[in-house]
């Protein structure tokens, strides 16, 4: 797929801002857009509008970051109750199999440090924990495991799995979001800079029309002393 660029360098909140403003004059100005250029037309301050509503469709960057932050935590805390689990099945196994190191092992002793942190390589082990408690599931007991801890473990793995898949899934669709965001930002700056370089031309000598239509410059541009870019 091919990669999809902005073609402005000024932000997007920049861009709707200057876009929405423009529409609410251009119309008493189009026959003077018009008599330059034909193409500027009664129907072109709707087509700016049509634009700006296209963009509005596509869910913002903040709003697709904040979901994934969200589905991250989801992921990372069904992770954390997967470890604590862990942790009182090994206590149980200790207390049941005291001094057996291999009876640790088979439980993931050896494994649980490089499986932890890793929501890909704890969901088969916590598959593999599943069936080894499950063999051992009345020893267990014994030693004063709660049998709802025991109970939960095919629900976390489940959980885990869905979680990791929906996280995956999110990403993307954020990749698809963003892509599509781009294009339609793009084709409502195509319109609004072809007004705006219009307008240095047809009002070079008429300073307030021009602060009108002339695109804000971006951060650190010399070429206009009213930066209207702030983020």
Excluded: W
Aim: glycine content about 2%.
């Amino acid at each position: 797929m091919v990669r999809i660029f902005r073609i402005f360098n000024i932000s997007d909140g920049i861009l709707l801002e200057h876009s929405e403003k423009l529409v609410e004059v251009i119309d008493k100005d189009t026959p003077l857009f018009s008599k330059f250029d034909t193409t500027i037309n009664s129907n072109f301050s709707q087509s700016i509008k049509d634009a700006i509503s296209r963009v509005y469709e596509i869910k913002s960057d903040t709003v697709i970051i904040d979901e994934m932050s969200a589905k991250t935590d989801l992921l990372l805390s069904v992770l954390g109750e997967c470890n604590k689990t862990y942790s009182t099945i090994a206590f149980f196994v200790r207390k049941a199999f005291p001094g057996d190191k291999n009876m640790a092992n088979i439980f993931g002793a050896n494994d649980i440090a490089n499986v932890r942190k890793s929501q890909e390589k704890m969901a088969p082990f916590m598959h593999i924990l599943e069936k080894n408690v499950a063999n051992h599931r009345d020893t267990l007991i014994t030693a004063g495991c709660n049998e709802d801890v025991i109970n939960s473990i095919p629900n976390l793995r489940e959980r885990l799995l869905k979680a990791n898949s929906d996280q995956e899934i999110f990403k993307n669709e954020r990749s698809a979001h963003t892509r599509e965001r781009i294009i339609r930002l793009n084709e409502l700056y195509r319109k609004v800079a072809t007004i705006s370089e219009i307008a240095q031309i047809i009002f070079a000598d008429n300073e307030p029309m021009l602060k009108k239509y002339k695109l804000p410059s971006p951060v650190g541009s010399t070429k206009n002393s009213d930066n209207l870019l702030a983020d």
